[in-house]
């Protein structure tokens, strides 16, 4: 009886330290990148990329809006460090310290889009 | 009259199949696309080393999803990954894979 009762405590305490984990974790993303701050950071990527990142005017420019923010980050990571190579891009995130680069992502993230996974393929 | 009607079809056929070599064919596309659902058809997946979503790729715009395709395949982007698939397309298959990305809606299949 009591070594069920410690299984049962022990389960329960390894839910809760998950459950805490991906808190952590999930408050962790959220903290990165400002989207208020970031639309204001964003206003030269507009001319390009649409004033809501959904890049409707040319089809030669990515859609931006409703992209994962840490991949958005990234790929300017990319093209300012030159592993991507892109004059344009390169010459627009060489100013951008690691913060504009968050905020900028979090705000382009956080504007509703047409993109999605290609998870309906594998149903 | 049957002469004038054939001419006609294969004159329409010619046409059609031109126009969607020249734009990409989505359903030549979706063919192999089906390699890339390994990372792009799971909701939440991340790269390793470092660590990231892989982008969505459902409704992006095709001539961006030809650029980025080729710009891996000239090693212009230096993801190991997208690199190895991007080589082994023509650019007739990266025309096609953009075709049908950049076609199906929200809802997934259209």
Redesign the interface.
């Known amino acids: 009886m009591s070594r069920l009762h410690s299984t049962k405590t022990f389960v329960m305490s390894t839910h809760l330290i998950a459950a805490a984990l991906l808190l952590a974790l999930a408050g962790n993303a959220s903290a990165k990148g400002d989207a208020v701050a970031g639309a204001a950071k964003a206003k030269p990527c507009t001319a390009c990329h649409g004033t809501d990142g959904n890049a409707n005017q040319d089809q030669q420019y990515p859609r931006l809006a409703g992209q994962y923010a840490d991949y958005i980050a990234q790929a300017l990571q990319e093209y300012k460090n030159g592993e991507r190579g892109n004059a344009i891009m390169k010459g627009m995130a060489a100013p951008l310290s690691h913060q504009d680069i968050d905020d900028i992502a979090a705000y382009f993230a956080s504007q509703p889009g047409k993109l999605h996974d290609l998870s309906h393929m594998k149903k | 009259m049957n002469l004038a009607l054939m001419f006609a079809i294969t004159a329409t056929l010619a046409v059609a199949s031109t126009s969607a070599s020249a734009k990409g064919d989505p359903v030549e596309g979706k063919k192999l ?2 390699t ?2 390994g990372c ?4 939440g ?1 991340k ?1 390793a080393y ?15 999803l030809v ?2 395709l080729t ?1 891996y395949k000239k090693g ?4 190991p990954t997208m690199r190895a698939q991007a080589e082994s397309f023509s650019d007739k298959d990266i025309a096609n894979i953009a075709a049908y ?2 076609s ?6 259209k």
Not at chain 2, 50 to 63: A, F, I, K, S, T
Not at chain 2, 76 to 79: G, I, L, M, N
């Open positions: 696309v089906y890339c659902t792009h058809g799971i909701d997946y790269n470092p660590n990231y979503h892989v982008p969505r790729l459902g409704g992006q715009n095709e001539q961006y650029n980025a710009a212009e982007r230096a993801h990305l950049s199906i809606g929200t809802e997934g299949e």
